[in-house]
């Protein structure tokens, strides 16, 4: 069996196209993009695709409920994991391919980190949550 090819990181690639992308240590970062321009994402995916991918990843990395409320106007990170998973979806239906879907499973702050992270009630919510969109509809999770 080859090697699989991940897709590139998403980050550097909206810094790249001259995409706003707000301090990840005070903002939502990514998630930015992921809810005011969600066709750069897809885009970022088609590209990933058509330059010999066979997995792309989920963009929610920075939609979790605790890093939204530096947002309070931001959709929940429910609404934007599947926004995420949709535009994968949509990328390899216009490009025709057979690529794969990681779902991220991202830490519930910026870092996994133990000190920072929540109480355990809140991480099984959270990732159960995550499990449940994902279910049936990624071939790996990636965390």
């Given at each position: 069996m080859k090697p699989l090819i991940l897709d590139s990181a998403l980050g550097t690639e909206l810094e790249n196209r001259g995409?706003?992308?707000?301090?990840?240590?005070t903002s939502i970062w990514s998630a930015?993009?992921?809810?005011?321009?969600?066709?750069?994402?897809?885009?970022?995916?088609?590209?990933?695709?058509?330059?010999?991918?066979?997995?792309?990843?989920?963009s929610n990395y920075?939609?979790?409920?605790?890093?939204?409320?530096?947002?309070?106007t931001a959709p929940s990170y429910e609404d934007l994991t599947k926004k995420?998973?949709?535009?994968?979806?949509?990328?390899?239906?216009?490009?025709g391919t057979d690529t794969k879907i990681a779902g991220c499973f991202p830490p519930i702050h910026?870092?996994?980190r133990p000190d920072l992270s929540s109480k355990e009630k809140k991480l099984r919510k959270l990732y159960s949550t995550l499990g449940s969109?994902?279910?049936?509809?990624?071939?790996?999770?990636i965390c």
């Open positions: 995409e706003y992308l707000p301090s990840f240590k930015y993009s992921l809810i005011h321009n969600p066709e750069i994402i897809k885009q970022i995916h088609i590209d990933n695709i058509e330059a010999g991918a066979d997995v792309i990843t989920t920075q939609a979790t409920p605790e890093l939204l409320k530096r947002e309070p995420a998973l949709e535009l994968c979806q949509e990328a390899i239906a216009y490009t910026v870092t996994f969109i994902y279910k049936g509809n990624v071939d790996v999770i």
